[in-house]
Structures are given as C-alpha cells and as structure tokens.
C-alpha cells in the first residue's frame, strides 16, 4: 500500500511540473533582472496591446551594456552627461537610427519591479509601447554607484529602443555627407 501512495505522489508531482511548464510558457514570476526576461515582459505588454513584439538588436544590447557600465564607472544616472547622448553609445555600434529611445533604472531587485516602474511613468511607458520602434537592447552592469550622500552596491539597467535606417536613407546620408565635405 505504501508503495502504490508514492508512486502516486510521485505521479502527481511530475504531472504538476509538466502542467505548469505546458500551461504557463514565458510566465516570469519574481526574476532576477537579466536582459531577456526584460524584454519578455516589455514584448509582453506591447503585445497584449496588439503591437508588434521587439527583436533583440546585438548593437542595441551592447550600446545598452556600455551605457549602464559608463553611468557605474562615472557614477552618474542621466540620459546625457559628460558630453554624452544615447545616441552616441548607438551610433558606436553601428546602430544607425531613424527613429530611437531610451529608458533607465537602477535600484531595483526584479525584472517585474523594473518594468512595472516603467510602465507607471508617461515617458518610459511611451517607449515600451511605440509602435515605430522594431528592436531592443537591453544591458545590465551590476556594480558599486556612489552618490553625494551616499555609496551602495546596484544593478544599473539601460534599455535602448530603435528603428534602422532604410539603406536608401543610410546611402542618401553618405552621399549629403560626402557632398558637404567637397564645399
């Protein structure tokens, strides 16, 4: 009788597992921030408002990393310092824009925290749900952030949104380019 009662519970715990795997795919509870569970929860919200999902850009992703990691090293939180735009740290990587944006935290201990955060202000809720916008870059850097009144240990998180140029508009800009360096 013993036997036949854990199997059984055996049998219900697999079953459980399976059903929670089958039923719930992509279903992010209480996770660590990481890059992709921030895009699963943004395409996440952009589609339950029938947009189209983001595409992961390496570029983007990267851009993204070097931001978070120059704003830890320099010890500042800001879209523009030091002489620095979001769309520098893009155009370093190749990620030649038409249209881009960008969203910031920092403090925060969850992926749902971050988003959620984002999700209550105009601005970064603008940028998540943008339909002009194609990809998404996301770069986290854990690290010390010291502050006028204070030091503390953080997860500084940029997530950069873009749209490529066409490549007859990346062609129309070098050619507007080279025409202006012979005058």
Request: hydrophobic share 45%; charged share 20%; glycine share 6%.
């Amino acid at each position: 009788m013993k036997k036949s009662h854990q199997k059984l519970s055996y049998l219900v715990l697999v079953l459980a597992f399976l059903i929670s795997v089958i039923a719930i795919p992509g279903m992010v509870l209480a996770s660590d921030i990481s890059s992709e569970n921030i895009v699963l929860l943004v395409n996440r919200e952009r589609t339950n408002r029938g947009l189209i999902p983001l595409r992961e850009n390496i570029g983007l992703h990267n851009a993204a990393t070097t931001k978070s990691m120059d704003m830890i090293n320099r010890n500042y939180f800001d879209h523009y310092a030091y002489g620095l735009t979001p769309w520098d740290f893009m155009l370093s990587y190749n990620y030649n824009y038409l249209t881009a944006g960008e969203n910031l935290a920092m403090d925060f201990e969850t992926s749902e925290g971050v988003v959620s955060a984002w999700m209550k202000s105009p601005s970064h809720r603008a940028n998540i749900l943008n339909p002009d916008f194609q990809d998404v870059g996301v770069g986290i850097v854990k690290g010390e952030f010291v502050s006028a009144d204070s030091s503390r240990e953080t997860k500084m998180v940029t997530e950069m949104f873009g749209r490529h140029k066409s490549v007859i508009l990346q062609a129309i800009d070098s050619f507007l380019s080279a025409f202006q360096n012979i005058f």
